[in-house]
């Protein structure tokens, strides 16, 4: 066990990591050294970050949990405390089940823990981070909640209603990160299209997004989490308007035929969700389009999955994920519906919908080679250069491979051809 040190462990999704990055920086005002996501966590205090949105990431987490309450029983660590959704959701049933847990918080109260464990005064982080990012790039989350109630969903059950962060608030933090050398912002939200709706009932996004771009410094945004019911268009003017916002939305539209549309409560129609992508495509040439879908929901039929396939097949998304529905207690499709999809059958409509997206992502980044991207290096990985255009987020999307033939800076900018692909991968060489 390392004195003095704390180890945070964040599962789950980007949100999270926020937070656990605040979290980090107030221990480390009040003389703590933090390490994240270590392999084998040994500090006096470990903190637990953890995810309770579907039952994967829930398993992950207890898993975490009961590996780390081994670990304090043997010595090999002190304190542990737990964080996050998952106890935010389950505290009470969490204390009974897990009790070598010295305190579970929930989502809002984490920055308790540091106060609990010192009577002295606290030192506070003015909600400044410590990045566990590559310095070039972070996430920005400006907003909490939503108000949203779709069916499948424990996320407002989780989080509560949507808050909105101060805008001024939000371009001083933006400010601050440009000043430690961030030039790439990922705007996150649980549902970044409602942002500013509970401050006077409108939609600010499109304003925020156009301040944010005229800020010195800011070289890209991206934005994630939209909502497709009710989509603010003027967002869509603001991508053209400015250079430094990436042509790039992830958008989760999660089904397609009016009938799994319908049950899921999401209150948009077939025919709206193919307006919307086809306004996106005309309106921001280029635009690369991330969503994620659902197979297997209650009362899913195979009309309605081949419906989907061919949704798939004309919407051509340059990224999507998909996941089978794994009913959530408390939700309305949990109260109202049967889960009567057989797993076997969710399994197959997943596998066959991921096939399909994998052979239009196979032909996407065919027509790239010979094309000229400009591209950040993240990282060197062996004989390679990784990079990401402006077309892809960190972890989750295509990246740009280039041979590490002559030496580049990470964090920098450069133009360079595609000279061959793979199924999920871009291989290119600097432009001189």
């Not at 070598?100 to 918080?105: G, L, N, P, Q, S």
């Amino acid at each position: 066990m390392k004195k003095n040190q704390v180890d945070i462990i964040t599962m789950g999704c980007s949100k999270n990591l926020v937070d656990s990055e605040i979290l980090m920086k107030q221990f480390e005002n009040n003389g703590y050294h933090c390490v994240h996501d270590s392999k084998k966590p040994q500090g006096e205090v470990v903190v637990v970050n953890t995810c309770g949105f579907i039952g994967d990431a829930k398993e992950e987490s207890i898993n975490m949990i009961l590996q780390l309450a081994e670990a304090k029983k043997k010595g090999h660590i002190g304190k542990l405390f737990v964080m996050g959704c998952l106890s935010q959701r389950y505290k009470d049933e969490l204390e009974e089940s897990i009790p070598e847990v010295d305190k579970y918080y929930g989502k809002f109260d984490y920055r308790q823990v540091v106060k609990d464990l010192s009577a002295s005064n606290i030192l506070t982080c003015d909600g400044r981070r410590h990045l566990t990012t590559p310095r070039h790039y972070a996430y920005l989350k400006v907003s909490e909640g939503c108000d949203r109630h779709c069916a499948y969903c424990a996320i407002p059950i989780i989080t509560g209603r949507h808050v909105s962060r101060p805008i001024g608030e939000i371009l001083d933090e933006v400010r601050e990160l440009v000043k430690e050398g961030v030039k790439e912002f990922q705007v996150i939200a649980q549902e970044l299209t409602y942002y500013g709706i509970d401050i006077d009932g409108r939609q600010h996004i499109a304003e925020l997004v156009d301040q944010m771009a005229a800020i010195e410094g800011v070289k890209w945004i991206r934005l994630h989490y939209a909502y497709p019911t009710h989509f603010p268009m003027e967002l869509l003017d603001v991508m053209r308007k400015h250079d430094n916002v990436c042509k790039y939305l992830d958008i989760a539209l999660q089904h397609i035929s009016d009938h799994m549309l319908t049950r899921m409560r999401r209150s948009i129609t077939k025919a709206e969700t193919y307006q919307l992508v086809s306004d996106l495509r005309e309106r921001v040439p280029g635009i690369a389009l991330r969503t994620t879908l659902m197979v297997g929901f209650p009362g899913e039929t195979e009309e309605d999955f081949n419906e989907l396939m061919e949704f798939v097949k004309w919407a051509r998304f340059e990224r999507m994920g998909a996941f089978a529905y794994s009913e959530e207690e408390q939700t309305y499709s949990a109260v109202h519906y049967e889960d009567d999809v057989p797993e076997e059958v969710k399994q197959s409509r997943l596998d066959r919908l991921m096939a399909l997206q994998q052979e239009i992502s196979a032909e996407m980044c065919e027509e790239m080679i010979d094309r000229e991207l400009l591209v950040v290096v993240d990282r060197k990985e062996g004989d390679y250069y990784v990079a990401r255009s402006q077309y892809s987020s960190p972890e989750v999307d295509p990246e740009v491979l280039i041979p590490a033939t002559r030496r580049l800076r990470t964090g920098s900018f450069y133009n360079v051809r595609i000279t061959n692909a793979d199924e999920f991968d871009l291989y290119g060489e600097i432009v001189s």
